[in-house]
């Protein structure tokens, strides 16, 4: 079965670090892109952070960039997401998301076919 | 950058058509013809339902459709049906390596 696993959330101070991991099985890890879509309480979905398969291309929404870090581990079939300087508005379910088609702009894919169940990060004091 | 704007609520009768639209600029969804469509039920993660404003993936009901003019893209529910009453979300490429989304549409079957 194609899966996602999300893991790492929790609560943490306002400032504070936590990495998330999403683990991955059923397919061929290493040739996907792969992304973070998180979704505060009662909100809708706003795109984090994608990365290639081969990690030539990262992005990140300015909201994030220069406080989180994507990173993989196609031997491990593992994605993780770094976040440090965590505040409040980061609050939200955090998402793996799978990449599905090819965008020349972007340069990966647009779209997300394959999702995982969520972790949920609480950012409060 | 600002996120799509979507009408918060949209409804239709069992076996009627439904249109959820999804507005832009012409930096995002009137640039470039990646938009897509998710589906998220309640406590659920988010179905690809519509990418490429049109193209449908596999196992996807063809009662789902899409399409855009100008920086409006559109979703079309036909033949709706009790399990279609959900939340839906879109998302458009927005140029200088960015992704937004909209902020959601609630779909009801009356």
């Known amino acids: 079965e194609v899966q996602l696993v999300e893991s790492g959330g929790g609560l943490v101070k306002p400032g504070g670090s936590l990495r998330l991991s999403c683990a991955a099985s059923?397919?061929?890890?290493?040739?996907?892109?792969l992304n973070w879509v998180r979704q505060a309480p009662g909100k809708g979905l706003e795109w984090v952070s994608s990365?290639?398969?081969?990690?030539?291309?990262?992005y990140y929404a300015d909201s994030v960039r220069g406080r989180f870090t994507i990173s993989r581990d196609n031997a491990k079939n593992s994605l993780y997401l770094q976040m440090n300087s965590l505040r409040a508005e980061d609050t939200a379910v955090y998402y793996c998301?799978?990449?599905?088609?090819?965008?020349?702009?972007?340069?990966?894919?647009?779209?997300?076919?394959?999702w995982g169940q969520g972790t949920m990060v609480t950012v409060s004091s | 950058q600002s996120a799509l704007t979507q009408p918060p609520s949209a409804s239709g009768s069992p076996g009627q058509s439904v249109t959820i639209s999804c507005t832009g600029t012409?930096?995002?969804?009137?640039?470039?013809?990646?938009v897509s469509w998710y589906q998220q039920h309640p406590g659920k993660a988010p179905k690809l339902m519509i990418y490429?404003?049109?193209k449908r993936p596999s196992g996807v009901p063809d009662r789902f459709s899409g399409s855009k003019s100008g920086n409006t893209a559109s979703l079309i529910v036909s033949g709706l049906q009790a399990e279609d009453e959900t939340d839906y979300y879109c998302?458009?490429?927005?140029?200088?390596?960015?992704?937004?989304f909209g902020g959601g549409t609630k779909l009801t079957v009356l």
């Open positions: 998301a799978r990449g599905y088609n090819w965008n020349d702009h972007f340069l990966i894919a647009d779209a997300f076919d394959i």
């Open positions: 059923g397919f061929t890890f290493s040739t996907y892109s």
């Open positions: 990365i290639s398969s081969s990690t030539s291309y990262i």
């Open positions: 012409s930096s995002d969804i009137g640039g470039y013809n990646y």
């Open positions: 490429e404003v049109s």
């Open positions: 998302s458009s490429y927005a140029g200088s390596n960015n992704l937004i």
